[in-house]
Each structure stands twice: as structure tokens, then as C-alpha cells.
């Protein structure tokens, strides 16, 4: 069965100028392109399905844990973005459950939607398949998706990014510059990307510094704070040598000092700690934490952003890198600033 994408090659024109023909939304196409367009999906026998006529006011959103500070201050962030264009937002939550990730979508095959902001928690060794999926049940149709968290190549899929791997490493690179040479590691949810991409850069920061890798100082957490706490509850057990610890965010950090301190240890004199996302509570904490500023916020809106004007068939840039920065609090440097974070939570 012909589709939105085999009109566009056909007809000689861009993917956008189909979905804004065949969508009617009123944004400005020549009439050349228009009857280029028509005869295309004539002769292909192309039809939209009725449905998608009136689908860009809804917005569906697809988040692993949409009550966790991180994720919700990035739903903020694409609420204030779609509120104002008087969209409809659907939300679900997958909770880093790959199998309730695709039931979600397939509830959504059946609904009118403008768009679809991902944030998925797909398989690297299933990337593949699961896009081709993707691919051919939503964009064909002329629906956008946005992909948070996760840097695509293609030019099907809208993405919004940041560099795990840097940012991991300059957490690691830190501690490793205040004098530490033993440093544990917690490790986020395995089914994500990036909890693999920031222990590389945790372990490529230890590499270039001749410090070598302990596996032992390593262990796994889920990216909740009681993770973070029993982790480190298991890694002061096993060994009490380590003097510093990067956690992959910053809900384990936090828990994880609520384990040191329960051991009796002072943060930063006894162990310092790093974490990942500069969420608000972080600078709340007593020390407050250390930790890799990420954009949540920003991402939400460069996200909502991006769905809007690619439903409304608008070129718009496929790769979306953000950038991020160590921020130095008393976690990890005794002397450092110790200001409150008191908005967006």
C-alpha cells in the first residue's frame, strides 16, 4: 500500500509538502506543488484516512516515569509550549516498560494526532525493527515524532539530545581533579541508553587519569532514590575504601548520601559525591549536590516546539543537540557557593 512518503518522491516534493497539501492546513504551497501533490496521490491511489484530517490539535506524550522530578519538570516544559496553540495533550507512562511502551502506541493508532513526543525506553539490539514500526504506522501517515534522550541519524525521526558520554566524564574528570583515585559508580536503569553512554564516560574519565577500573565499585540502580541508597548501602559493605561517587543521577545521589551518612561518613571530608540532572531539590539537600545540569525544562519546550511545526509541514532540524554543565556544590567541594534552587519544583 502506497504511502505519504511514496507520493512525495513521486510527486517530487518534500514529505512536509504532502502532509500540508493532503492535511490542508492552510500553510502556503504553490499551486504547481499542489496539483503535483494531487496527481501523485491520484495516480498512487493515496488517500489520508479521514481521521488524521482534524488530528493536529492532539499531542501524545510517552514518558518512562512521568511523576519523576526530572520528567515532569520536562513536561512542564512541553506544556507551556502546546498549551498556547490550544492543543490537546495525551499522556502516558510506560514505566520503563518496553512491552507497555508499544501498547501505548497502538492505543494511538486509533486516535487523530498531530504529533507524538517520545521518550522511549527501546532496546539498542531492537532500535531498528521497533523504528521501521514506527516509521510506517505514524510518519507515513503524517505524523511527526520527536525522540527525547536518544540521538537518531535518520531523516524520518525528530531528536533532542545531550552528550551522556561528555557529561559523564566531566562529573568523573572532577572528582578525579579534587584527589580522588578511588570512585564508586551507581548505575542507572540498564533498559536506557544513556545509563550504558555515562558509565563509559564514567569509565573513560578514570582510563585517561591511569586509574584503573574496579568493578567492584560499581553497582546498579534503577534511577530512584531508594536504588541509590541500597546501592550504596552494598558498596559501603563491600568495600570502605572509596573516597568519592558519581551516581547516573541525581535522585540515587541523594539517596546514596543518606546511605553514607548512615554509615557515619561526612560528605565531602569522607566521600564526595556527583550526580546527573540538577534537579531543584538537589541544591535543597544538606551539602547540596554536585551534579551535571541538564536542560529538562528547555528540552520539553524545544520538543513541544518541534511537533507543533513539523504537523504543521514546517522544516525543521532533525538532530537537536543540548548542551549541559558541571555545577560544583558542596557534595563534592567543601568551600563551594551554597545556593538555593527554590522555583520548578
Not at 185 to 209: C, F, P, V, W
Not at 242 to 270: C, E, H
Request: proline share 3%.
Amino acid at each position: 500500500m502506497a504511502g505519504m512518503r511514496d507520493v512525495a518522491k513521486l510527486a517530487g516534493v518534500s514529505l512536509s509538502t504532502v502532509s500540508v497539501v493532503l492535511n490542508d492546513t492552510g500553510k502556503y504551497v504553490s499551486e504547481e506543488q499542489r496539483k503535483k501533490v494531487y496527481a501523485a496521490a491520484e495516480a498512487l491511489e493515496y488517500r489520508l484516512p479521514p481521521k488524521k484530517r482534524f488530528s493536529h490539535k492532539t499531542i501524545a506524550v510517552i514518558l518512562p516515569v512521568i511523576t519523576s522530578s526530572f520528567f515532569s519538570n520536562l513536561l512542564n516544559g512541553i506544556e507551556e509550549t502546546i498549551s498556547p496553540d490550544k492543543s490537546l495533550l495525551l499522556y502516558y507512562n510506560s514505566n520503563y516498560n518496553f512491552e507497555k511502551e508499544k501498547e501505548c502506541l497502538l492505543i494511538l493508532k486509533k486516535q487523530s494526532l498531530a504529533g507524538i513526543i517520545l521518550n522511549s525506553i527501546c532496546p539498542s539490539d531492537a532500535e531498528k525493527e521497533y523504528f521501521v514500526w514506527l516509521k510506517e504506522e505514524f510518519i507515513e501517515k503524517g505524523i511527526p515524532i520527536v525522540l527525547l534522550e536518544r540521538k537518531v541519524v535518520s531523516e524520518d525521526f525528530y531528536c533532542i539530545y545531550i552528550n551522556n558520554f561528555e557529561s559523564a566524564y566531566a562529573a568523573t574528570r572532577h572528582l578525579i581533579e579534587a584527589g580522588h583515585k578511588k570512585i564508586g559508580h551507581i548505575s542507572g536503569n540498564d533498559k536506557m541508553l544513556h545509563t550504558y553512554e555515562r558509565y563509559e564516560g564514567y569509565k573513560k574519565a578514570l582510563a585517561d587519569a591511569g586509574i584503573p577500573f574496579d568493578p567492584e565499585l560499581v553497582q546498579k540502580g534503577d534511577f530512584t532514590p531508594f536504588s541509590g541508597y541500597t546501592a550504596a548501602k552494598k558498596l559501603l559493605n563491600i568495600r570502605m575504601d572509596f573516597t568519592a561517587l558519581f551516581s547516573a543521577n541525581d535522585q540515587m545521589a541523594i539517596g546514596a548520601m543518606k546511605a553514607v551518612k548512615g554509615f557515619g561518613k561526612k560528605i565531602p571530608d569522607d566521600i564526595a559525591v556527583a550526580g546527573f540532572d540538577n534537579l531543584s531539590v538537589s541544591s535543597l539537600v544538606e551539602p547540596a549536590l554536585t551534579t551535571i545540569n541538564v536542560p529538562a525544562f528547555q528540552m520539553g519546550r524545544l520538543s513541544g516546539k518541534l511537533v507543533l511545526n513539523a504537523s504543521d509541514g514546517e522544516q525543521c532540524e532533525r538532530m537537536n543537540l543540548l548542551e549541559t554543565n558541571l555545577i560544583v556544590r558542596r557534595s563534592s567541594k567543601a568551600s563551594a557557593n551554597n545556593e538555593w534552587e527554590l522555583t520548578g519544583w
